[in-house]
């Protein structure tokens, strides 16, 4: 049975490239293990006055390119481990669109779906209060992940200007627009994946006019998916899911009906004109385009071998095993990797802290076109290492990205 703790498999996928990349030993113990890692805990006071005890992280993986930068997840099954593993994900990331910033993460094991509004502010503001000191503009900028909003990073926002004395927007991303948040930032995740799908789909010359979608999990990135993959590709997407299930129709899912309904009931399943389908099933539909947009390890050793996309675009962090690489790659699935496909997230979130540090703020078609030519470029970079080194995508994306992170350490010194 391989060990499917994603931080083990961080370390795997970095070993591999640094193995190619013949990466000295001391570059390769650094880039192997967090910076620095807090953990920390957060007394909460319930709306019926009672108080419940959570843990919360925060892991500094990475700034040898610049301040550490990425989101906070919300969710019961967070441990130390995926938060590693998450910030490790980050450092790759903003090197792989080569933004000036290095990789972070934080979260809090909670289910936020049991905590009020007001619970959820107060949870914010007291993770704040734990690990603020860590924080800031110029050191580490938290964005939102998994089951945290635009109104968390304004409570959080407010909380860390609070203590510090004055206004500090810059200190965090995804923040709504009315408090220094960036147009485009909203769709940003899955925007910058379907400027990846539009590049792969040219080099591997499928028309994606008309051609089928489906999109496991219905989050901030799912949903954007669909609405965008319809929009700007003219994909049919068939079927979508969410944490309890999926739907399936053959003519197309509409998105503003299968949103409303989302909204109203807070799931997808039993919408009406679709059929119910499991996130297992949809997984294998016979697709061109598969977007996993949900959480980590689903494409598995067990299922990757039933996969029938030809494009994999992955949406979420770490969606596919190191032993399901190999197998879509064998089987000539074309994979575009987590930290390249969902990268639109955080080069959005760096233009808002451009923005927040000039205090000046651009028109969205701007932030569309800046956000286009980042991705298009770190698309054709992996690409062309993918071709170069004839390895599979994920690796090359390594490949590209250590290289780059370790230029920093050993330009700094550090290696
Ligand atoms: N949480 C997002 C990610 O995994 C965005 C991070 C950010 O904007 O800093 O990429």
């Known amino acids: ?3 499917n703790n ?5 370390q795997q996928q970095l070993d591999e490239a640094a193995a190619i990349l013949g990466l000295d030993p001391a570059t390769h113990a650094l880039l192997r293990e967090p910076m620095r890692e807090l953990t920390v805990t957060i007394p909460l006071r319930m709306d019926d006055g009672s108080v419940r005890v959570y843990r919360g992280y925060r892991i500094q993986y990475n700034d040898a390119r610049g301040p550490c930068k990425g989101g906070l997840r919300w969710h019961p099954d967070e441990t130390i481990d995926t938060v590693k593993a998450l910030a490790a994900w980050m450092t790759w990331k903003t090197a792989v669109v080569d933004i000036p910033l290095g990789g972070g993460k934080g979260g809090v094991t909670c289910n936020p779906k049991e905590l009020s509004p007001s619970e959820q502010e107060r949870l914010a503001r007291g993770y704040i209060r734990a690990v603020w000191k860590i924080l800031g503009e110029h050191t580490d900028v938290p964005a939102p992940d998994v089951y945290t909003n635009p109104q968390i990073m304004a409570w959080m926002m407010d909380e860390y200007s609070t203590i510090r004395g004055h206004m500090v927007p810059g200190m965090i991303t995804g923040k709504p627009l009315e408090l220094g ?3 485009g930032r909203n ?5 910058g994946g379907i400027y990846t799908v539009r590049e792969a789909a040219k080099v591997l010359g499928i028309e994606l006019k008309g051609a089928r979608a489906a999109i496991q999990g219905y989050g901030n990135a799912g949903q954007f998916a669909h609405k965008l993959a319809a929009e700007m590709l003219g994909l049919k997407v068939v079927a979508v899911s969410d944490s309890r299930g999926g739907v399936y129709n053959d003519d197309g899912l509409d998105f503003e009906v299968t949103l409303q309904h989302k909204l109203e009931t807070g799931s997808v399943i039993e919408l009406p ?3 119910p389908l499991t996130n297992a099933e949809l997984l294998e539909l016979e697709v061109d385009v598969l977007f996993p947009s949900a959480l980590e390890n689903v494409i598995t050793a067990e299922n990757a071998g039933n996969i029938r996309a030809k494009i994999v675009a992955e949406l979420a962090n770490g969606p596919t095993t190191p032993e399901a690489d190999v197998i879509l790659h064998d089987n000539g699935v074309y994979v575009i990797p987590d930290f390249l496909c969902n990268a639109g997230g955080v080069t959005v979130s760096y233009f808002e802290q451009v923005q927040n540090a000039y205090n000046f703020y651009w028109p969205l078609a701007e932030v569309h076109e800046r956000l286009d030519y980042k991705m298009t470029a770190a698309f054709h970079a992996v690409h062309r290492m993918a071709k170069a080194k004839e390895v599979h995508n994920r690796l090359a994306a390594y490949l590209v990205a250590v290289e780059r992170v370790a230029e920093a350490a050993k330009l700094r010194g550090w290696v």
């Not at 994603?6 to 961080?10: E, V």
């Not at 769709?187 to 925007?191: F, P, S, Y």
């Open 6 to 10: 994603p931080f083990k498999i961080a």
């Open 181 to 183: 948040g960036s147009e």
């Open 187 to 191: 769709d940003a995740t899955a925007r």
């Open 273 to 275: 004109d679709s059929s």
């Open 1 to 3: 049975m391989p060990d």
